[in-house]
C-alpha cells in the first residue's frame, strides 16, 4: 500500500499531571502503549517501549526481511528490558501494546494487554484483537470474581512474563480500510457502535480523532487515552499540498486568461472605452462616541469618506489597571532578557492592581523555575521554593511531589511551557487566590496540554502555592 495517511493523538485527563509519549509512528511501523501501575513506574514502561521496539523492529528487518519475525523480536526486547527495570527497582511495572506493521497490502499486527486495533472496512468494523483480561481469557470469571477491577487484571502484557506470548497475525488492507489503535481510554466509555458510526461520517484521520476523544470526553472519560487512525490508499499530506498548489495556480491562470479576454476582446470586435467620471460625493460617515457604560455609539455627521481607513491602537493609561476586566498577553522572552511579559487575564472585579501584578509574576518565575528542572543538572530546589510546606495535591505533599518532579524532569533533555487563557479570581475568605489557564507543555519527551488550577496563599510576604491540579 503505497499511500498510508493517519494521525495519532494522546489525550490527558484530569487524572493525569504529565505522560510521555504513548504512541509511534516510523516508516509504516504503528504503535499504541499504557503504562500500568504507580504514575512514575507507568512512565518508565512506556519511555522504555517507545525507545526500545522501534529500534529492534528496523534492525532486525533489515537483517532478515520477515515482518513477523521482526516484531516478534522487538516486543521480547521490550519485555526483557522492563523485567530488568521491575527487578532494578522491585516495583510492579508492566505496558499494554499494540503494533501494527504495513507492508504493501497486508498489515503484520500484534499486541500484548487490552489496548486494541480496529478495521473499518465496506462499512463494518471488525476488533481485530481480543483483550488479554481475566474477563475474556475465563468465562467463569464473572461468578469466580466479586471486584469488578479484577476482571479486567492483565493475563499478558510486557514485564509480566519471562517469555509473553507472541503472536502475529495478518490481515489484507483494501483502499479504502481505516485502520483503528487505542487504549483502554476510549474503549471504557465509547461503544464499537459509535466508533463505526464517527468512522463511516468522518473521512479524514485527524477529524475521526478529534470527533473519538470528544464523544469520550461528553460521556464522562476523564483518563489517559490514545487514539490512532490509519488509512490505506487515501492521499498522502504532501500529495495533497501539491494538489492544492495546482488547482491554486489552474485558478489564477483562468482568471487572467478571462481578464484578459474581457479587457482586449477578439480581432473581430471593437470595443469602444468609456471613461466614467464619478464626482466627490459626500457621505455620512459616522462618529464613534464612548457612553459613560464603556460601549460604542454611532452619531451620523457630514464629513467626506476616508478613502483609506485608519486603524488606531489605543494605549491603556495607568487608570485602566483598576479597571473590572484586564487583558494582557503572553508574549515569549527574548533569549538572554529576562521574561516580564504578563500572561494573565482577570476576569474578576474584586482583585487589586497589587495583587494581580504579584500573583502574575509570580506565575512567570514559576513557569520560568519549572522549565529549568530540566536534566541531570536542573535547579528543582529553585522550583520548589514557589511551593508551600503545607502544599497538598492527588495525594501528593510537598516531599514526594519533589520526588515525582525530579525523577521525571531528570529524563527530559529541556522543558518549555507557555500559559494562555488564564484568570485569577479571589481573594477568598481564606485568604486564596485560584488561577486557572492552559497550559501547553513541551520537552525532549512529551508533548502535551492541560487546564490548570493552582491555589495560592500569601505566606509572610510571599507567595505560595498549596493546591495544584488539572481541572
Avoid at 463511516?200 to 487512525?229: F, H, Q, S, Y
Avoid at 455627521?301 to 494582557?328: C, F, M, R, Y
Wanted: aromatic share 8%.
Amino acid at each position: 500500500m503505497k499511500n498510508v495517511e493517519y494521525a495519532f493523538k494522546s489525550y490527558i485527563g484530569s487524572q493525569d499531571r504529565e505522560n510521555s509519549e504513548s504512541y509511534i509512528h516510523i516508516n509504516n511501523l504503528f504503535m499504541v502503549v499504557d503504562g500500568l501501575g504507580i504514575d512514575s513506574l507507568a512512565e518508565i514502561a512506556k519511555e522504555q517501549t517507545c525507545r526500545i521496539v522501534p529500534d529492534a523492529f528496523f534492525r532486525h528487518l533489515s537483517e532478515n526481511k520477515s515482518p513477523a519475525d521482526a516484531l516478534v523480536h522487538a516486543v521480547e526486547e521490550a519485555n526483557k528490558r522492563i523485567i530488568e527495570e521491575r527487578q532494578k527497582l522491585g516495583e510492579k511495572i508492566a505496558a499494554s501494546i499494540s503494533l501494527a506493521y504495513v507492508f504493501g497490502k497486508i498489515m503484520y499486527f500484534a499486541h500484548l494487554g487490552d489496548s486494541r486495533i480496529y478495521s473499518f472496512q465496506a462499512g463494518e468494523l471488525n476488533q481485530l484483537t481480543k483483550d488479554h483480561t481475566i474477563k475474556e481469557d475465563d468465562p467463569l470469571a464473572e461468578k469466580k470474581y466479586d471486584d469488578p477491577r479484577a476482571l479486567q487484571a492483565l493475563t499478558q502484557g510486557l514485564g509480566l512474563h519471562e517469555k509473553p506470548v507472541v503472536q502475529i497475525k495478518q490481515y489484507p488492507l483494501d483502499k479504502r480500510c481505516l485502520i483503528i489503535m487505542t487504549n483502554t481510554g476510549l474503549t471504557e466509555r465509547v461503544s464499537n457502535r459509535e466508533i463505526a458510526w464517527i468512522s463511516k461520517k468522518l473521512k479524514r484521520p485527524e477529524k475521526i480523532v478529534r470527533a473519538l476523544i470528544d464523544l469520550n470526553k461528553r460521556k464522562g472519560g476523564n483518563g489517559n487515552l490514545t487514539i490512532g487512525i490509519i488509512k490505506c490508499g487515501g492521499l498522502t499530506k504532501w500529495m495533497r499540498k501539491v494538489l492544492m498548489i495546482y488547482s491554486v495556480f489552474f485558478l489564477v491562470l483562468m482568471m487572467i486568461i478571462g481578464g484578459y479576454s474581457l479587457n482586449h476582446g477578439t480581432k473581430d470586435q471593437k470595443i469602444d472605452k468609456l471613461v466614467i467620471v464619478q464626482p466627490l460625493v459626500q457621505k455620512k460617515t459616522p462618529d464613534v462616541v464612548k457612553t459613560e457604560a464603556g460601549k460604542n455609539s454611532l452619531q451620523g455627521k457630514d464629513k467626506v469618506a476616508a478613502v483609506k481607513p485608519v486603524i488606531q491602537k489605543k494605549i491603556p493609561d495607568s487608570t485602566e489597571k483598576e479597571s473590572e476586566n484586564k487583558t494582557l498577553s503572553a508574549k515569549p522572552a527574548e533569549k538572554g532578557k529576562k521574561d516580564e511579559s504578563p500572561v494573565m487575564e482577570s476576569a474578576a472585579g474584586d482583585i487589586g492592581a497589587d495583587l494581580f501584578d504579584d500573583a502574575n509574576d509570580f506565575i512567570i518565575k514559576w513557569k520560568n523555575a519549572w522549565e529549568k528542572t530540566a536534566g541531570d543538572k536542573g535547579d528543582i530546589n529553585k522550583y520548589m521554593s514557589f511551593y508551600s510546606d503545607k502544599f497538598m495535591s492527588d495525594g501528593f505533599n510537598k516531599k514526594t511531589w519533589r520526588i515525582d518532579k525530579e525523577t521525571k524532569n531528570k529524563r527530559k533533555e529541556w522543558i518549555t511551557i507557555k500559559v494562555s487563557d488564564v484568570k485569577i479570581s479571589g481573594p477568598t475568605k481564606e485568604n486564596r487566590i485560584e488561577v486557572r489557564f492552559i497550559m501547553q507543555f513541551k520537552s525532549s519527551n512529551f508533548i502535551g496540554s492541560s487546564r490548570k488550577l493552582l491555589t495560592i496563599i500569601k505566606e509572610g510576604k510571599a507567595l505560595k502555592i498549596i493546591g495544584e491540579r488539572n481541572y
